[in-house]
């Protein structure tokens, strides 16, 4: 285990530009570090406590002191993510994303109405023939049942509301598949979705599981389909997701690892979407980085040696 100083040593706190707001982040903030096996990112959202942050810092530990786990394969499918846009704007996000035939299109956002998803999705679906919504937890359990009839057929529902429990009654209701994403990787027990039969399909994120081993070892005691995604990570992060999704035996879907298109600028070369896919590669950040300023700097440093702390008590 490297000490907190050594980590901050070695690393440098960015803050990217997005294309486009997402999850009301337009400036993503990170803290990225090397070590004797690559690079490591660290950047919990900054609403998450320290207690939850700590298992993003042992993610990046384990990118950049243990290295990769062995792929199974070289390329993975990704879709597409369109944020909270207008319709209009649909087919230009699309595009950023070639050859794609997955989109994830994200509902329920403050402030807009069903008719703004309806019209989305709707923009989304002449443009690709695999649709999937991302609601984060936002609606009521009559409220997904009534979202989800007016939005129509789609590949899934992730998280439609925000506990297991409200999962598993929308689970009972509809016939379009339940996706759990923050039922999972915000959870202690990240087991009870499926003990509860609340989902269909686990989104599973690198970082906010502790790394990609751990990710591997939840995945293969899920009983559904896993979809591997990013947390809004920059390519150092997002290196992490490629290679834990080229790890995993039988991935039969489209992972949300496309998402350095949502960056006006990244730390490094983002994965290229090629074809629909992006290929597994090891990242090295460039020399001329978007850092943040010293104040923010400080905080990050502050913020990872809290965690450190809880880290190494256990």
């Known amino acids: 285990m490297p000490t907190a ?19 009301g982040i337009t400036v993503r903030e990170a803290m ?23 298992v993003w810092l042992a993610a990046g530990i384990e990118a950049a002191y243990l290295g990769t786990p062995d792929p199974v394969r070289d390329v993975v499918d990704v879709n597409a993510t369109v944020p909270a846009v207008p319709a209009d704007d649909v087919a230009e996000i699309i ?4 050859g794609v035939r997955t989109v994830k299109v ?14 989305r999705v709707a923009a989304a679906r002449e443009l690709v ?6 609601a984060n937890g936002a609606w009521g359990v009559e409220e997904a049942i009534e979202a989800i ?3 129509g057929d789609v590949e899934y529902v992730e998280q439609p509301c925000r506990t297991v429990d409200e999962l598993a009654q929308v689970r009972r209701a509809v016939t379009v598949p339940i996706a759990a994403d923050e039922s999972i990787r915000r959870s202690t027990d990240p087991m009870r979705v499926a003990r509860a039969d609340a989902a269909d399909i686990a989104v599973l ?4 599981l502790g790394g990609m081993r751990a990710l591997l070892k939840v995945a293969a005691r899920l009983p559904m389909d896993v979809v591997v995604s990013s947390a809004l990570d920059t390519a150092v992060g997002m290196s992490a997701g490629v290679a834990a999704a080229a790890a995993l035996p039988g991935l039969h879907r489209a992972c949300g690892l496309g998402t ?25 950040p460039a020399n001329d980085l978007p850092l943040a300023s010293a104040e923010r700097t400080q905080w990050w440093h502050d913020r990872l040696r809290r965690c450190h702390s809880l880290l190494v008590g256990g």
């Open 129 to 134: 023939p695999t649709v999937r919504i991302d």
């Open 5 to 23: 100083d050594d980590l901050i040593a070695a690393s440098r706190v960015v803050a990217l530009p997005m294309r486009t707001a997402f999850r």
């Open 106 to 119: 994200k509902v329920a956002e403050p402030g807009q109405s069903l008719a703004d998803d309806v019209d």
């Open 95 to 98: 595009g950023r994303y070639p």
């Open 149 to 151: 009839a007016a939005i």
């Open 32 to 54: 990225i570090f090397s070590g004797p096996a690559g690079w490591g990112e660290f950047a919990p959202f900054a609403e998450y406590d320290d207690a939850e942050s700590r």
């Open 260 to 284: 350095g298109a949502m960056f006006g600028r990244d730390v490094a070369a983002p994965f290229a979407v090629v074809d629909g896919r992006v290929e597994f590669r090891s990242v090295v």
């Open 205 to 208: 994120k690198v970082a906010p």
